[in-house]
């Protein structure tokens, strides 16, 4: 089995039963399947990065979990098919399960951001470029 990450948004104006319905929907034809959950999250309402069927927000919930490979394919259909859910991703997931079990222990944040030393993209940005003309 594998370690998957999904996360879904579905429409901000559900009431809060019917999230709640979908998270456990979720749940359920993950287990149904053969996967066990490790985590979930339910991030909340969010502003979305740009509007998604003329909505700003969105509410999000993310999933970790064990599944054979056939499972992430099963959710992509459902999640199709469900016009309550806007967008989604499923992804291979990196998290080393022992060490995320330490962290939970000792209380530390789940999924804080790393900052890279240095950019990503080899540029400093634009502020940067200008202290650069004017030292030159």
């Known amino acids: 089995m594998r370690l998957y990450e999904t996360t879904f948004i579905t429409d901000s ?20 399947n053969g996967g066990e959950i490790v985590e979930t999250q339910r991030w909340g309402l969010r502003r979305l990065a740009y509007e998604i069927e003329k909505r700003r927000q ?11 490979p056939a499972v992430p394919a099963l959710l992509d259909a459902s999640f199709k098919v469900n016009e309550k859910i806007m967008r989604h991703l499923t992804v291979v997931s990196e998290i080393n ?28 940005g634009r502020r940067d470029r200008r202290s650069e003309q004017e030292d030159n």
Request: hydrophobic content about 40%.
């Open 13 to 32: 104006q559900l009431p809060e039963i019917e999230i709640e319905a979908e998270i456990k929907r979720v749940e359920d034809l993950i287990k149904s």
């Open 58 to 68: 969105g509410y999000y919930a993310h999933f970790l979990y064990q599944a054979l």
């Open 97 to 124: 399960l022992e060490e995320r079990a330490r962290q939970i222990a000792e209380g530390i944040a789940p999924y804080r951001a790393v900052l890279p030393d240095e950019p990503r993209f080899g540029g400093h």
